[in-house]
């Protein structure tokens, strides 16, 4: 059985082992809900740590293996591919060519003359 499946299992377990016992002692449900979440949680937390710990490297390894690709979705990557190159291609012939203004100082929109330093 899988780690994560006994651990759901025993959780629940506890849970409702708790919640008929509490339901039994206390007269409000709420409460008595309340209280088995809680007993649950501490019982798993103390008692349960490999096993959890088991759950949480499956989980992470899981997550760190890449998802294998259908033929759709590389048939949908190679066709973005061409269109971006098609795109790219269409934008570089479409451009202008910049003129070198490494020379050139910007426009000074200052009048010119005596007014100028005054």
């Not at 649950?40 to 390894?61: H, K, M, N, Q, T």
């Not at 202008?96 to 910007?106: K, L, M, N, V």
Request: proline share 8%.
């Amino acid at each position: 059985m899988k780690p994560w499946v006994k651990y759901t299992v025993l959780r629940l377990g506890i849970f409702l082992v708790a919640l008929v016992l509490f339901v039994l002692l206390l007269p409000n449900p709420y409460l008595a809900t309340l209280l088995a979440a809680v007993v649950a949680f501490c019982v798993s937390y103390i008692f349960f740590a490999g096993l959890r710990r088991e759950v949480a490297l499956e989980l992470a390894d899981r997550r760190s293996r890449p998802e294998p690709l259908d033929r759709d979705t590389l048939a949908e990557d190679d066709d973005l591919a061409e269109q971006d190159a098609r795109l790219a291609e269409a934008e570089a012939d479409a451009a202008p060519a910049a003129p070198d203004d490494a020379g050139s100082r910007p426009a000074d929109d200052r009048p010119e003359g005596p007014a100028r330093g005054a």
